[in-house]
C-alpha cells in the first residue's frame, strides 16, 4: 500500500484483527463497532467480474481468495449476532443472522440461529416460515431434508416449548459444521 492508497481487503483484515483484540479485552462494543465496520466493507464478491483471459492459475487464486474472504465475513456476523445478543438486542443479533443466511444459505446452522433468534424475540410465525426457507432451499438445492437438530428445533417451536433456557447458545450449536453445496 501506497500514500493514498485504499485497500479494501487489507482494512477488512485489519478490522477484524482489531475486534478480535477487542473481544480479548472483553471490550464488548469496541468489538461490535469493529466488526460491523468490517461487515460494511464487503459489498460484493471478491474482484466480482474482473478476469485474466488463459490464466487459470488467476482464476484459481481468486476463487480461493473469494472463498476465504467469505468465510471471514461470515464469522464477522456470527461475532456480531453474539455481540448483538450479548447485550440484549435481538433484532439486530436476527438482522446480522439473515445475512449470513444470504452469504450461506445452505449452511443449516445459519437457519437455526435465525429460527432460534425469532423464536426467542416472540416470533414464532417468522421462526417457522424460517425452517419452511430451509427445508426448501436443501430440498431444491441438495436434494435433501432437514437435520435430526432442525427439525427438533421446528417441534419445540411449534409446540411452544421454546424457553430462553432451552435454546441452543451461540456455542457449538451455532458453528457451521460445513456448509453442504452441490458436488461436496
Known amino acids: 500500500e501506497g500514500p493514498g492508497l485504499r485497500v479494501d481487503v487489507h482494512e477488512f483484515h485489519g478490522l477484524l484483527k482489531e475486534a478480535q ?6 471490550d464488548a462494543s469496541g468489538a461490535e463497532r469493529l466488526c460491523s465496520e468490517a461487515a460494511t466493507l464487503v459489498r460484493g464478491e471478491f474482484l466480482a467480474g474482473f478476469f485474466l ?7 484459481q487464486w481468486q476463487e480461493e481468495q473469494r472463498e476465504a474472504l467469505r468465510r ?10 453474539a455481540l448483538c445478543e450479548g447485550r440484549g438486542d435481538r433484532a439486530s443479533a436476527a438482522a446480522r443472522t439473515r445475512k449470513w443466511t444470504a452469504l450461506d444459505p445452505l449452511e443449516e446452522a445459519a437457519h437455526r440461529e435465525l429460527m432460534r433468534l425469532l423464536a426467542l424475540s416472540g416470533e414464532r410465525a417468522a421462526a417457522r416460515r424460517q425452517y419452511d426457507r430451509c427445508r426448501e432451499l436443501l430440498k431444491r438445492e441438495l436434494g435433501e431434508t432437514p437435520s435430526r437438530e432442525t427439525e427438533e428445533l421446528r417441534r419445540c417451536i411449534a409446540a411452544g416449548r421454546f424457553e430462553a433456557e432451552q435454546a441452543p ?3 457449538a450449536e451455532a458453528q457451521p459444521s460445513g456448509s453442504r453445496r452441490p458436488g461436496n
Open 53 to 59: 483471459r488463459d490464466s487459470s492459475g488467476f482464476e
Open 72 to 81: 471471514e465475513h461470515v464469522g464477522a456476523l456470527r461475532t456480531l449476532a
Open 169 to 171: 447458545r451461540h456455542g
Open 21 to 26: 483484540d477487542a473481544e480479548r479485552t472483553r
